[in-house]
């Protein structure tokens, strides 16, 4: 069975995972309470099945810019999606292929031996690239209980229409609800 | 114990409520199999716990349009919020009345007796105006699963921000799920 392209992902209730100038405090709302000790909402359990990581080049800067180093590249393989290539730095390569290719290669060869999956770590970008293209096969969504005034959305306009099955909902007690989606190829091909 | 106003709208995964041209027909994905029976998504439950009906006035004359009739004006005073008053019509009121003083009547004085709470049946203009004023007191929303690619957001951009706490998520079989937020003010008054 190949892997599944899975695309896990924070937003606001209305859909905006960023607030303006990439400001992500927003999140703090589900930050775990220091004395019930770290909830991760599954993050771990999901990271571990994962084999591959997909990124966009600007929220890759951000990621490093932020906290020094991309952690997912410690021992997982990390495609930059970028319009330049440069040489690959460790477990990291960066990448100008077409998206298409680059995950049909991931996802019936490189991963079917594996049996792990690939993640798309954002950002709105390649999130939107993948989707037009219909290689998105799943989404993990973290609904943050907030309304954002403003921000950064995760989807563009002029996408096509793209039914999907929920495949489970769990909520916690910071009232944060993740929403696990099968996207279903509704074009014709 | 003041009743409460309570915004209940559906809308797709991605914050829109409607696709252009006030498109409703994402809707039909999580219309109940006829093989089933009907499926309300508990809009009877809710519905019986409403005692007055708000709504905008673009809102009121698409669903007269639609379908002839404002089906919840036949047993509930329904306020039209509109610019331009007109003499009621049997159960509904056209008032440009400020929403801050309608609201506080209603849920103090008019519906304090009966414990009945306000329903908001929308539209988008509406729900921005009192959402701008906190006076909306919950949310429930029912994310239909799908996402469109262009539409009606459901919230105006500059709001401010708001936290939201969930009282309940249900899921449903046509993977539709219905969440239930408490409105937090945050700002200080």
Redesign the interface.
Known sequence: MPSKLILYIAQS???YIAAPNDDLS?LD?VRADTNKGSEDYGYADFISTIGTVLIGRKTYDWVLKQIGNYPNSEDKKTYVITSQEKPSEGNVIFTNERLKSLIHWLKYAEEEQTSKDIFCDGGAELANAL?REDLIDEMI?S?I??????GI???A??????????IS?K?YES???Q?H?KCLISREE
């Open positions: 209730l209305y859909a927003f709302v989707l969504i609904v209980p907030v309304l954002l005034g403003n959305k995760l989807f306009d002029d996408r096509p229409f793209r039914k999907l099955e929920l909902s909520t009232s944060l609800v929403l989606y």
